[in-house]
């Protein structure tokens, strides 16, 4: 299974995305928790090219989302893809549709290059489920003050509302993957929210999903279908006295 969460930065995603990481790995289960860009070697040195605020000279659009799809191309190929065909579950800090979001809606790309480049980045990989939390963009702005904005995030206000249109115009478009969660309310409720959501999509019984399952080796790991949200089970087991850098990611 492959779940990515998005949002823009601030929102707290990358701090849910390890709460449910944790809480599957806690109940025997293979999950790798990776983010975008990086995971692999490579990834990671484009991460650095692409985030830095120290380099001098702008990057072009269309740099921007080729290295975006780069690094995706490549921790796909390493990672994800090897650990989905061994059932393993992979949660994705970002993943195709920040870049419809910020490189589609937020820089002004036509969508359908996007789209293509996305396929050939993924070999047409979708998520399973995806968590988009979404908050006020000057709560997010509030939430990362004091804490120094890479590249991506020192742009403007007006950027971010078009990146936000963005996740909006693809949450209405997939609403039977991507579910939108109210970045404002506490943590713990929206960690109890993605544990139903997530443990429904693992058959709503946590202990027999870790088993293996023989897969050909030509198999493609299944799409998302519409669920409906069951109730949680299970006690929460964490601590939610976290810093404020690991709330604004």
């Known amino acids: 299974?492959?779940?990515t969460f998005e949002g823009i930065d601030g929102c707290g995603k990358s701090s849910q995305a390890k709460l449910i990481a944790d809480r599957l790995t806690d109940q025997g289960m293979e999950c790798l928790l990776m983010r975008e860009p990086g995971g692999t070697e490579h990834s990671e040195q484009i991460r650095t090219m692409l985030?830095?605020?120290k380099h001098g000279m702008p990057m072009s659009h269309a740099a921007e989302?080729?290295?975006?799809?780069?690094s995706r191309a490549q921790l796909v190929q390493e990672v994800i893809e090897p650990a989905l065909k061994r059932n393993a579950i992979v949660i994705c800090d970002r993943f195709t549709d920040s870049t419809i979001a910020y490189q589609g809606y937020g820089r002004g790309l036509p969508l359908a290059y996007i789209t293509s480049v996305n396929d050939l980045a993924t070999g047409g990989l979708v998520p399973d489920i995806t968590f988009l939390?979404?908050?006020p963009i000057n709560?997010?702005?509030?939430?990362?003050?004091?804490i120094g904005d890479d590249r991506m995030e020192s742009e403007s206000r007006l950027f971010f509302s078009r990146v936000?249109?963005?996740?909006?115009?693809l949450?209405?478009?997939?609403?039977?993957?991507?579910?939108?969660?109210?970045?404002?309310?506490?943590?713990?409720?929206?960690h109890h929210t993605i544990t139903r959501l997530v443990e429904y999509e693992l058959g709503n019984d946590l202990r027999h999903a870790h088993r293996m399952i023989d897969l050909d080796a030509g198999n493609r790991p299944r799409r998302a279908e519409g669920?409906?949200?069951?109730?949680a089970t299970g006690d929460f087991a964490y601590s939610f006295d976290v810093t404020a850098e690991a709330i604004a990611s």
Request: proline share 2%; net charge negative.
């Open 227 to 231: 669920k409906s949200i069951l109730a």
């Open 133 to 135: 939390i979404d908050i």
């Open 164 to 169: 936000v249109q963005g996740y909006m115009a």
């Open 171 to 190: 949450a209405q478009k997939h609403p039977d993957r991507i579910h939108v969660i109210d970045g404002s309310d506490s943590m713990e409720d929206i």
């Open 1 to 3: 299974m492959l779940i």
């Open 139 to 146: 709560l997010a702005i509030h939430r990362r003050k004091g």
């Open 51 to 53: 985030l830095d605020a």
């Open 65 to 70: 989302l080729l290295l975006f799809a780069a």
